[in-house]
């Protein structure tokens, strides 16, 4: 086996090889455009047609810039041939787990998960000439009765000229067909582990990796996704922490990501060129690229929000929806090239495949092109009385369109399509390339709590230009601030977030942002406050040191996990007795826990206010900083506030027993009384 380049230099110097990343990624950032190998004209006349070989139990897709080899009739990807590499996929393994689509799912009566790698019993050539090929690999459930009721046309897609291919798939189910649930649906690459080492997520997140085997003669830690490597092959990896919920991202933010072979230099990347056909809306976070070395693009998926993104149909509840074309694209640069290189232009053919959406060349009539499909554009403004009295500009607010339902319900959706876009500086938003349909108009507003929702159902036909007037979006509100704690934006990442434990790190976070990816933090809230819970003055203190990122339990020892109460101390001038104040609460995430409010009193048996039994994200294990939103209005009574002594707000997170229940907060605020004579807000 050859080693990367970058492993000889550094092997035993862990820090030195950081300090190499960093600068690496530096010099990748200052590269002009570096040369790399492919025909960047558009004249086909260079490129060799598209040919395919049909061989036994296999074909191959082959354009002259590489070959990719499916089984028959089953449409595994069991080999991606490059760069004169045989094949960029791990061939060890059996050919049914190299590349793949599956989907994860349910029985009602048998609630065990039943994995369908969607396997096709026949195959089909949907389109063969020199430009294009196109595959079809049909699973049909009236074949079975007994699989996952779905019929799956998983297909294929190889251009002239193009170096890679495109894979989507459209699932339907019909009348009468049973009752089942399905937690997740993706595409899966995996790469030889002697090749792909280096890893690139996002412009900060990129490291060389630990393989498999690393993994499996290290420690597993408190589940079995994160382990401690103990012995890697790569020495300067020894004594960190590796977990693939630390690679996850945002949809919005996982357009691109992949791998980087060193010798010779090789890029493999899943290029998602459109969210329409992901679940939960922009801000869903999934898995990307992780150790081993794998590639996914996930379609849909439980993690971070947990049960509300089971896709769950009721008997004979028909269904159907296109998945993809996500696109699996290769590049390389000759020896003596920073291989760096390669994910700069991974990220330029990322943005041509996402202004080339919607592709022009699927074959399915399901996946609709441009001119099937509608546009909706207009400006959303925030209206706040007690900031503004004229409409506020909703900057960067992020507007979308998903299937009809409530205000915020895009974040639960799972079987419809969505439509995202952002905002202007002006506020002005256009969402392109809408499939026809019903929706409702959502957005949120960074800076402002709550959800928007548009109060009419907007039908898109074929080529409709919808324009919307001036939308206003009424953003919750009772009184005047008082004070507040944070910043409305659906995260916690404002918030204290601690160092992680030295003996439990990934050198990665140490240097890049995202800190609260680090592994074990729900333990460093035990370290800071052994004894007494967290305590924060409004006057005094501030949320960005003072406010741990997440309200979890105490660690009292022998696996045993208390439940917290934090305090929020106040002093208020005029107590208005007979009138209502507000608490704004939202949160960033909830696992499992229950949020109790005691106003001055933290012994009340009952509490003023709770949330009840909420959340499963699962985001305080997972390294999210979020997880699904939630918002509650809790009135307090003037009447329970003092202006003559120190006020004190209770949080108590009241389920214990774990140390991955709890809350992440993501603003708070406490509004005084309405008023009514706006001139006295000026102040
Ligand atoms: C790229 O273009 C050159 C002609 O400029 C041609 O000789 C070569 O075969 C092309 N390469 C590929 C991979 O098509
Ligand atoms: C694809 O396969 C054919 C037939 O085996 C071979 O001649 C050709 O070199 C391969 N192309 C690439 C890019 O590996
Ligand atoms: C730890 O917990 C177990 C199970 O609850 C109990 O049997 C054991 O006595 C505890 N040990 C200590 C030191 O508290
Ligand atoms: C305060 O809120 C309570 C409960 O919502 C309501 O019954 C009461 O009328 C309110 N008081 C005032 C002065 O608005």
Not at 135 to 151: A, E, I, R, V, Y
Not at 256 to 276: A, K, L, R, Y
Not at 287 to 310: D, K, N, R, V
Not at 408 to 414: A, K, P, Y
């Amino acid at each position: 086996m050859k080693m990367g380049w970058w492993r000889k230099w550094c092997s035993d110097f862990r820090f030195l090889g950081i300090l190499l990343q960093f600068l690496l990624l530096t010099q990748c950032a200052a590269l002009k455009r570096q040369r790399i190998h492919k025909n960047n004209s558009d004249d086909e006349m260079y490129y060799s047609p598209v040919q395919l070989h049909l061989l036994e139990d296999h074909v191959v897709l082959d354009n002259g810039i590489l070959n990719v080899t499916l089984s028959t009739p089953a449409g595994m990807i069991t080999g991606i041939e490059y760069n004169g590499i045989d094949n960029l996929l791990e061939s060890e393994y059996e050919e049914i787990n190299r590349g793949y689509w599956d989907i994860v799912w349910s029985k009602p009566d048998h609630p065990q998960d039943i994995t369908d790698k969607l396997d096709g019993n026949s195959v089909y050539v949907v389109r063969e000439d020199e430009n294009q090929i196109e595959l079809s690999f049909l699973q049909t459930w009236s074949s079975s009765k007994t699989g996952l009721p779905l019929n799956i046309d998983k297909r294929f897609i190889m251009l002239r000229g193009s170096y890679g291919f495109y894979s989507y798939a459209i699932v339907e189910r019909f009348k009468g067909w049973p009752e089942m649930s399905m937690s997740q649906g993706r595409i899966v690459f995996k790469l030889q582990p002697n090749l792909f080492q280096y890893m690139a997520v996002s412009d900060d997140r990129q490291r060389i990796m630990p393989t498999m085997h690393d993994r499996e003669k290290g420690h597993p830690l408190d589940y079995p996704e994160a382990v401690l490597l103990t012995d890697p092959d790569n020495s300067f990896l020894k004594g960190e922490v590796d977990d693939k919920y630390q690679y996850s991202s945002d949809n919005k933010d996982n357009r691109v990501h992949g791998w980087i072979c060193s010798d010779p230099p090789t890029g493999f990347w899943m290029i998602t060129p459109s969210n329409e056909f992901k679940t939960a809306g922009p801000v869903k976070q999934d898995l990307t690229s992780h150790a081993g070395p794998i590639s996914l693009s996930m379609f849909f998926s439980t993690h971070y929000a947990g049960i509300p993104l089971m896709v769950k149909f009721g008997d004979g509840e028909p269904w159907k929806k296109v998945f993809g074309p996500v696109f699996i694209y290769v590049n390389s640069v000759s020896d003596d090239e920073d291989p760096l290189a390669l994910w700069a232009d991974a990220k330029e053919q990322m943005l041509i495949e996402t202004k080339s959406w919607p592709y022009d060349f699927p074959s399915s009539e399901e996946f609709l092109n441009a001119e099937q499909r509608g546009t909706v554009s207009g400006r959303l403004l925030v209206h706040d009385r007690y900031i503004s009295e004229r409409p506020i500009i909703a900057d960067s607010a992020f507007i979308g369109l998903a299937p009809p339902g409530d205000a915020g319900s895009w974040q639960r959706e799972n079987k419809g399509y969505q439509f995202w876009t952002e905002t202007d500086a002006r506020g002005y938003f256009v969402i392109k390339d809408i499939r026809p349909g019903n929706y409702n108009l959502y957005a949120w507003v960074p800076g402002f709590i709550g959800d928007y929702k548009c109060n009419f159902q907007i039908n898109i036909l074929p080529g409709s230009k919808i324009r919307l007037r001036n939308l206003i979006y009424a953003a919750p509100r009772n009184g005047p601030t008082l004070w507040e704690i944070g910043v409305p934006d659906r995260t916690a990442a404002e918030f204290f977030v601690p160092d992680p434990n030295p003996t439990l790190m990934n050198q990665l976070y140490v240097t890049q942002p995202d800190k609260f990816r680090q592994y074990g933090l729900w333990d460093r809230y035990t370290d800071m406050y052994p004894y007494e819970d967290l305590v924060y003055t409004i006057e005094t203190n501030n949320y960005e040191t003072d406010w741990y990122f997440a309200h979890v339990n105490r660690n009292v020892g022998n696996k045993t996990y208390v439940p917290t109460t934090w305090k929020i101390l106040f002093n208020l001038v005029d107590v208005d007795e007979s009138s209502n104040y507000t608490l704004q609460l939202a949160l960033a995430s909830a696992n499992e826990a229950e949020l109790q409010v005691r106003i001055n009193d933290g012994t009340l048996e009952v509490p003023h206010f709770t949330t009840g039994s909420i959340g499963k994200d699962n985001s305080i294990a997972r390294h999210g900083i979020h997880g699904l939103y939630w918002l509650y209005t809790v009135g307090i009574p003037g009447s329970l506030l003092l202006s003559s002594n120190t006020n004190t707000i209770f949080l108590t997170q009241s389920r214990g027993s774990s140390p991955w229940r709890g809350i992440m907060y993501d603003y708070i605020r406490l509004e005084g009384p309405p008023s009514t004579d706006i001139e006295t807000l000026k102040h």
